[in-house]
Each structure stands twice: as structure tokens, then as C-alpha cells.
């Protein structure tokens, strides 16, 4: 493929990605700002359940708990929208020839814009309200890469499974209702019985959510077998993502 038709390409995604955000707030009064207003009620409701009614003893649990809320919002949102993506799109999915990965890939730039805006409007109002924080951006860089490459990798699988298939959808939504407490978003890893732990790590998002609070927390927060699970089930499902959404898209038409 050319120059010009990769920068084609790239153009459409963006603009879909657009697309996709006007979607998502279009109806909304307070718009764009329910990107950050939803992660910020979940921080004020689950550090008063955790912290004050359950006395979960955790030191700094609000920038404890907001470092594992924007990465697993990020994942959640994303993988609930992107696999009904190719659907919601049938209308040029049948009318135009394109590489049909751009959809997935916007849906995931979509929810990566959502991420980086909550992500420096939290990081303001942590410097305003002198929470203490120890910051390092290599580490929340690393847990970023890899968490779209694990959530773009799912997404090209579930979304090419739900346009055959229609109940991939619900059966996503129902899975991310518990892997979201198989994650240590709200508790620690330190919670977790040491005789579960190697099966507990074998969740991608522990290691991507250890890496990313270690960004916040430093690197007493990183369990680095975690993340090197992480890293090679991230890049293992992107693989098969790409393999298996390459397979399938040739019928993606007649489906839709």
C-alpha cells in the first residue's frame, strides 16, 4: 500500500474515531465531561464504602484507587463499545471497501482520548490538593501501551465473533462485570492468599494495573512477574486478534 493510501486509512480512523465520540455524548448535557464525572463518582463511592464503612487499610487509597479506576474504565468502556463496533457500522461496512481493523482501532482511540483527558484533569487536582504521589511516567507509558494492545487484541476477536454471533455482546458485558473483581482495582494484591496467586497473575489486567499504580505509587506497588505475564498475554492476544479478525472479515458484508 501506498503513502497516500495508508494516510487514507489513518484519516478515516480518525474521523470515525470522532464519530464515535459524538456517539457516546451526543444526547448528553454535560457532554465530554461524563468522561471524567463517571470515573470521578465511582472514586467518591468506592473510597467511602472501602475506606470509611469497611476500614480497608490501605495508605493513600484515593491515589491508590484512581490508579486502578482509569485503567480498568479505559479497558471496560472500550470492550463493551468495541465489540459491537463492526454492528454499529454496518452502514459502511456494506457500502465501502476499507481494511476493517480501522473501526476496532478507532473505537479503542476514542476511549484512549477519554482516558488521557480524565487522566490529566485527576493528575491537576492531585497537584492542586497536594495528595501524595510518587510519579513516574515511563511506568504509566508501559502500562498504557500495553493495556491497548491487550484491549485493541480483544476487541478484534469479540467484535469479529459478534457480528456472526450476537450474543458476544451480553456475554462480554457479564464477564466484565466479574473480571472486575479479579482485578486489584479496589484492593490490593497483597490481598489476594498466597496459594491463589500464580492463577490470580494469569489475569492480564493485574500486571497492566500493577504497572500503571506503580506510575502513582512507585515501585512498591510493581510485581514484575505480573507484568511480564501481562505483557506476553497482551501481546499474544493481539496476535490472534489480528489472525483470527483477518480470517473472518472477507464475510463481515453478508453478515452485518
Known sequence: MSTKGYAKYVWLAWILTLRELKGRYKTAVLGFMWAFVNPLIQLLVLGLVFSIFLKVQVPNYPVFLLSGLLPWTFFSSALTQGT???INNRDIIKKTFFPRQVIPISTVAASLINFLVT????????????LPVSFNPLFIILALFLLITLTLGLILTTSSLEI??????????????VWFY??????????VPEKYLAIYKLNPMVGIVSLFRGGFLGTSQLSLDAVLISAAEAVSLLIFGLWIFKKRQIYFPDWV
Open 84 to 86: 459491537s463496533s463492526l
Open 164 to 177: 456472526y454471533y450476537r450474543d458476544v455482546s451480553f456475554i462480554v458485558q457479564a464477564l466484565v462485570l
Open 119 to 130: 487522566l490529566i484533569i485527576f493528575l491537576i487536582l492531585i497537584i492542586l490538593i497536594s
Open 182 to 191: 479479579l482485578t486489584p482495582v479496589i484492593y490490593p494484591l497483597s490481598f
